[in-house]
């Protein structure tokens, strides 16, 4: 038996059933244990006080943002080139989860911004080139969106979605040596102050959850789209019915 | 309107890929050159938005040294996305994309050659009446010239890479609007840039960087970007 049996729909949708509930549980354990690690374990920072634990979400949200973008191409990739449905379904499953991502991670940023920095936003490097990817996946969700026929939608959004990750690094470093032209930022991010282990530590589980609930998520809209897309064939039926 | 727009002529057998790259380049100039309202909408267009800065900000030439570059840029972005929705729509509409698609002629060509005729046709023109936009902006001989420069390198830029969202959004409803939501994020480098280059030249800095650097993502451009337009336009009419 080869893995690539589950690449038809109508076997990777118990298989994604049976799955869930473990990266759903995993996710909201690893959730508690971070969450406890970070607020109640790790020691206040001595120069950012209590706001800097924000990070437990911040941080792990903003790899997330980055690593589901590189997720969503690879699976838009691979539909591109094999022709194959659920690698298609996949990387449009994961966009909301990672426009999600990025939204949090500028929401929690600006959040941490206005009592460090004494504002909501800057024209930082980071924060600009976030705010594009964000509009990236905006892009890649709404061409998927505007066209009708479901395979044209997804070769449309996947070449889309290559493109992206052709210009993410020019858009980072341009937007880096923009920022660096006009005026050095208030606060560098870059020479963070080393971290206490234990910040370090929530922040890992913290990461790790968020990777178990972006799979979780992403796995559970695959379900509904695969729902969706098949739904006149008659396994699908044959589900309906015994639900 | 009323004249048949020029249609593509056969091309003799032994003319090869060169003729018909030709052809289509000339055609597309041609349809341009008789569509004046057309072209020059995207023109006014920028000078318009270009106009009404002053007027939202206020008119200090201090504050409107500083501002120009960076409108002039965006003006120049937003109008190019105009244009870019007439690249493939009309060849789209009439079935002669589909000819395209069809002919011997490596798709890749035909969308350079396409693209190269669109860009003479909207680009061009912006940049030949930036300079006098540079003057309402107060900004002096030297950085008037490297914005005119600046938008040489950078307009063909925005039209290739605004081909490749032309491309994926042919025959969409709303495709004008989905079109910038696709392109413009993907061009903030060029903005970036190509003020930087305005803004370096107005503090007495080299802009050989910049200039550098544009043209470093016009060759990488000229080199990805007709290839990812002609799958998207494959994916479209498949």
């Known amino acids: 038996m080869s893995w690539t049996r589950y690449a038809a729909p109508q076997r990777f949708y118990p298989l994604a059933g049976r799955m869930i509930p473990w990266f759903a549980v995993l996710a909201l354990l690893l959730t508690l244990v971070g969450l406890a690690i970070g607020l109640l374990l790790a020691p206040t920072d001595h120069q950012q006080g209590e706001a800097y634990r924000i990070i437990f979400v911040h941080v792990p949200a903003a790899w997330m943002s980055m690593i589901i973008y590189l997720a969503m191409a690879f699976w838009a990739a691979v539909g591109l080139m094999f022709n194959t449905r659920l690698a298609s379904m996949l990387a449009v499953a994961l966009a909301p989860t990672g426009a999600w991502m990025t939204f949090l991670a500028l929401w929690t940023g600006a959040l941490w911004g206005k009592p460090t920095w004494g504002t909501w936003w800057v024209w930082d490097a980071r924060l600009t080139s976030e705010l594009i990817l964000l509009f990236l996946y905006i892009g890649f969700m709404s061409l998927h969106a505007s066209i009708d026929d479901e395979r044209r939608a997804d070769r449309a959004a996947a070449l889309l979605a290559l493109v992206g990750v052709v210009n993410v690094p020019i858009i980072y470093f341009s937007v880096q040596w923009w920022n660096t032209l006009h005026q050095g930022a208030s606060v560098s991010l870059t020479k963070a102050p080393s971290m206490a282990t234990t910040m370090l530590w929530g922040m890992l589980v913290m990461a790790l959850a968020f990777w178990m609930y972006s799979i979780a998520a992403a796995l559970a809209r695959t379900r509904t789209i695969i729902l969706e897309r098949e739904h006149g064939t008659r396994w699908v039926r044959q589900l309906m019915e015994a639900a | ?238």
């Not at chain 2, 912006?126 to 003057?135: G, T």
């Not at chain 2, 025959?171 to 392109?183: E, I, K, M, P, Y």
Request: hydrophobic share 60%; with cysteine.
């Open chain 2, 1 to 238: 309107m009323s004249r048949p727009l020029p249609t593509l002529e056969p091309t003799a057998p032994s003319s090869g890929s060169w003729g018909a790259l030709r052809a289509v380049f000339q055609r597309d100039l041609r349809i341009a050159l008789r569509r004046r309202a057309d072209t020059g909408s995207a023109l006014v267009f920028f000078v318009i938005v270009v106009s009404l800065f002053p007027l939202g900000v206020g008119p200090q030439f201090e504050l409107l040294r500083r501002m120009g570059p960076g409108v002039v840029w965006v003006a120049a972005l937003l109008a190019s996305m105009l244009a870019l929705g007439r690249l493939f729509a009309d060849d789209h509409a009439d079935g002669t994309l589909e000819q395209l698609l069809l002919s011997p002629t490596p798709l890749a060509l035909l969308v350079l050659a396409k693209t190269a005729a669109h860009w003479l046709a909207s680009g061009v023109l912006l940049v030949l009446i930036s300079p006098l936009l540079a003057l309402q902006f107060d900004l002096g001989q030297e950085a008037a010239w490297v914005l005119c420069l600046s938008l040489l390198l950078g307009t063909p830029l925005l039209s290739l890479i605004g081909a490749i969202g032309a491309a994926l959004t042919v025959g969409l409803r709303g495709a004008g609007v989905l079109l910038s939501l696709l392109v413009l994020p993907l061009c903030a480098p060029v903005l970036i840039f190509g003020a930087g280059a305005v803004e370096a030249a107005q503090a007495g800095l080299g802009v050989g960087a910049h200039f550098s650097l544009l043209g470093a993502m016009l060759l990488l451009a000229l080199l990805l970007a007709p290839l990812a337009a002609a799958a998207a336009l494959r994916i479209a009419l498949e």
